[in-house]
């Protein structure tokens, strides 16, 4: 069965390193997704990518972070100066889009980032 | 803005027992609506989802939820609670093409 795979599945960085998460998004799909969840609290969205550019972006998606499908099967996510707060498990997700309807959403296992 | 909200950070039931998880909704147009599942060290899998064609809805091992307009309820429902069902569960709303999650509750199931 096809799946979304993420590596690293853990990632310890300092404070102010430039981290890249990097995910492999399930081949036919259109759209992808990062989101996070920080211990204890909600999955939170942050941004959805689609047709090669930003389609939405979440509020906690600023000028530090950045996404970028460099080939036709990575989707990544950097991180330019990482702070204590950025620390999550961080899910990349895709969609085929309109074929499966809204919210249909395959999530990878997850990159847990620790910022010291 | 669409929203979700989910009663209970942590929900403990007996095996065998009946489970219900209470997600409640707040959209200003029809809802899509589901129901995620994550396993330990997992991602987020689908259990099911509403998209207006049938109010109540079934998913994989076991679960249904029933979409309730006059509540703005959507509940996840299990007759019988399995020890594998220990998981955290997500309620979700479609917003634009994306999901807007709920703050998950965490099921305990007791032997």
């Known amino acids: 069965e096809p799946e979304v795979t993420q590596t690293p599945s853990h990632q310890v960085t300092q404070m102010g390193q430039e981290v890249i998460l990097r995910c492999v998004p399930i081949?036919?799909?259109?759209?992808f997704y990062w989101y996070r969840q920080i211990l204890g609290q909600k999955v939170e969205f942050l941004v959805s990518f689609y047709n090669n550019e930003i389609s939405e972006k979440s509020e906690i998606f600023d000028d530090q972070f950045s996404v970028e499908r460099p080939d036709g099967s990575n989707f990544t996510l950097k991180i330019r100066s990482t702070k204590l707060e950025d620390s999550a498990m961080y899910f990349c997700a895709s969609s085929e889009g309109v074929g499966q309807g809204p919210g249909v959403l395959f999530f990878g296992s997850g990159t847990q980032l620790s910022v010291l | 803005a669409q929203s979700v909200t989910q009663l209970g950070s942590h929900v403990s039931v007996s095996e065998g027992a009946l489970v219900l998880l209470r997600c409640n909704y707040s959209?200003?147009?029809?809802?899509?609506l589901f129901w995620y599942v994550q396993y330990p060290n997992q991602g987020l899998q689908l259990l099911l989802k509403?998209?207006?064609?049938?109010?109540l809805v079934k998913g994989i091992n076991g679960f249904e939820a029933e979409f309730k307009k006059s509540e703005t309820s959507f509940h996840l429902t299990k007759p019988s609670a399995h020890m594998s069902d220990a998981a955290e569960y997500f309620c979700?709303?479609?917003?634009?093409?994306?999901?807007?999650f709920g703050s998950g509750t965490r099921l305990l199931v007791r032997p």
């Open positions: 979700a709303v479609d917003s634009s093409y994306k999901l807007i």
């Open positions: 509403y998209t207006s064609a049938a109010t």
């Open positions: 959209s200003s147009v029809p809802p899509y």
């Open positions: 081949s036919n799909h259109l759209y």
